[in-house]
């Protein structure tokens, strides 16, 4: 079965700084890819995804995320943190050609320090 | 262009008690969802609806869990005789088909459920 593994259940950066989230997949067969964000007491918004194309997929908020087949990876990064990116981020991955249902990682939240 | 709505967005229910939860979808979306959210935890798959036609359900989904979607609307999702492992955030999206042709899975803000 698809799953996903979100590397580090937290992430602290600094603002302004770098952020990097990790995400690695296991399916068989080429899959469908996403990062979606949630805030506190809110679901999920979508921030990007990959479905075929271009590797390199840009998404709302400055995010963007590279699908790395090689490597079986979906790492999300923004140059610049801002301390508006503070919330728990989660990657699903979709197995095309089942039902289309996404199945999602653990999450990660991201702390942005001033 | 409405969101997907859920209601209630808070609920604390004894023991034993019997919950629901209404979802009513982005219009004209076929596809509805329901999912289960722990604290620290990823939604986890419960049940799908194509129009009103329930064609998946999770081994989450015990005997004591049922979801209906009547004529392709809004959709319930029942709890009866709560127990506290049932607390959770209980989510429902919908989407235009098919998740990863191009179609969006789009989110509620969820229904959290309170066990005491």
């Known amino acids: 079965a698809q799953s996903v593994t979100q590397l580090g259940s937290h992430v602290s950066v600094s603002e302004g700084a770098l952020v990097l989230l990790r995400c690695n997949y296991s399916?068989?067969?080429?899959?469908?890819l996403f990062w979606y964000v949630q805030y506190p007491n809110q679901g999920l918004q979508l921030l990007l995804k990959?479905?075929?194309?271009?590797?390199l997929v840009k998404g709302i908020n400055g995010f963007e995320a590279e699908f790395k087949k090689s490597e079986t990876s979906f790492h999300l990064t923004k140059p610049s943190a801002h301390m508006s990116d503070a919330a728990e981020y989660f990657c699903?991955?979709?197995?095309?050609?089942?039902?289309?249902?996404?199945?999602f990682g653990r999450g990660t939240s991201l702390i942005v320090h001033p | 262009d409405t969101g997907v709505s859920q209601d209630p967005r808070h609920k604390i229910t004894k023991r034993g008690q019997n919950v629901t939860f209404r979802c009513d979808p982005i219009?004209?979306?076929?596809?509805l969802y329901w999912y289960r959210q722990t604290l620290g935890q990823g939604p986890e798959f419960l049940t799908y609806?194509?129009?009103?036609?329930?064609?998946?359900k999770s081994r989450l989904l015990s005997d004591r869990f049922s979801a209906e979607r009547p004529k392709g609307s809004f959709s319930t999702l029942e709890i009866q005789r709560t127990e506290q492992g049932d607390s959770a955030m209980y989510l429902c999206?919908?989407?235009?088909?098919?998740?990863?042709?191009?179609?969006?899975?789009?989110f509620g803000e969820g229904s959290w459920l309170t066990v005491v």
């Open positions: 999206a919908s989407s235009l088909g098919k998740t990863g042709f191009g179609n969006t899975i789009y």
């Open positions: 399916s068989s067969v080429p899959p469908y």
């Open positions: 990959y479905t075929t194309g271009a590797t």
């Open positions: 699903a991955v979709i197995r095309s050609g089942g039902s289309y249902i996404p199945t």
């Open positions: 219009s004209e979306h076929n596809r």
């Open positions: 609806f194509q129009n009103e036609a329930q064609l998946e």
